[in-house]
């Protein structure tokens, strides 16, 4: 990844301050949820669990939480359509995505990025080959071409009767392909217009919108 100076020093910049901005510009709306998601199922606000960071170095995501707890192990790790861990309020907020907006904290801790590469568990992150592991040079982020992609990972893995197979062998090697791509282009430009066009999706989701990661789900396997 080519060092520019909007790299070296603009992108914290635009971090910090766009984490900050939005972190009070929001903050109603962080409320609202957190009394949602405590007045319709037993657990605590936030949802942590370890990702693998920039030069591959862990940290714990902030997600507003949208399961019930009992899930751990392999089958944990992945989350499908009709999931019935995700809770009433649960479903609203993934999809919106309004559960990724506490990550705007690990942007202001100086762990992810408000555009990048999304992180993914050690698990999955074990098995990226030597040009898949590019994308560990730059920050995750809370966006990115993936999600810009309008991949509806959750109901491609609903279809699949080996889900994590399908994981590893499609969905996230054309994930992989998407945030490479993003690595060996990092821009001022590019991160504004994923930025405006995450928050465009967020307010004005339409069903079919964008053009899908990967196509006919069930014939891949």
């Known amino acids: ?11 914290r910049a635009v971090d910090w301050i766009g984490s900050i901005s939005g972190l009070i510009v929001l903050a109603p709306l962080f409320a609202a949820i957190a009394v949602l998601v405590k007045a319709t199922s037993r657990g605590p606000v936030f949802f942590r669990q370890v990702r693998v960071g920039q030069f591959e170095k862990p ?4 997600k507003f939480r949208s399961m019930t707890g009992g899930g751990s192990g ?20 993934r999809a919106s995505k309004l559960d990724e907006l ?8 100086g762990e992810m990025s ?3 590469p999304r992180p993914e568990v050690a698990e999955y992150v074990a098995i990226y080959s030597e040009v898949q592991r590019r994308v560990l040079l730059a920050k995750p982020g809370i966006t990115g071409l993936v999600a810009m992609n309008n991949v509806q990972e959750e109901e491609l893995l609903a279809a699949q009767e080996d889900k994590h197979h399908f994981y590893e062998t499609v969905l996230l090697p054309a994930k992989l392909r998407l945030d490479i791509l993003y ?13 405006v066009g995450t928050f ?18 069930e014939k891949q396997v």
């Open 102 to 109: 506490p990550q705007l904290i690990n942007v202001l801790l």
């Open 200 to 217: 465009f999706k967020i307010f004005h989701r339409s069903a079919g919108a964008g053009s899908p990661l990967v196509h006919s789900p």
């Open 114 to 116: 408000l555009v990048g």
């Open 1 to 11: 990844m080519k060092q520019t100076f909007y790299i070296r020093f603009g992108k």
């Open 59 to 62: 940290f714990r995501i902030f």
């Open 183 to 195: 690595c060996e282009n990092v821009r001022l430009a590019e991160d504004l217009r994923i930025i």
């Open 74 to 93: 392999r089958g944990a790790l992945l989350t499908t359509a009709c999931d019935p861990r995700v809770t009433s309020i649960g479903r609203w907020l």
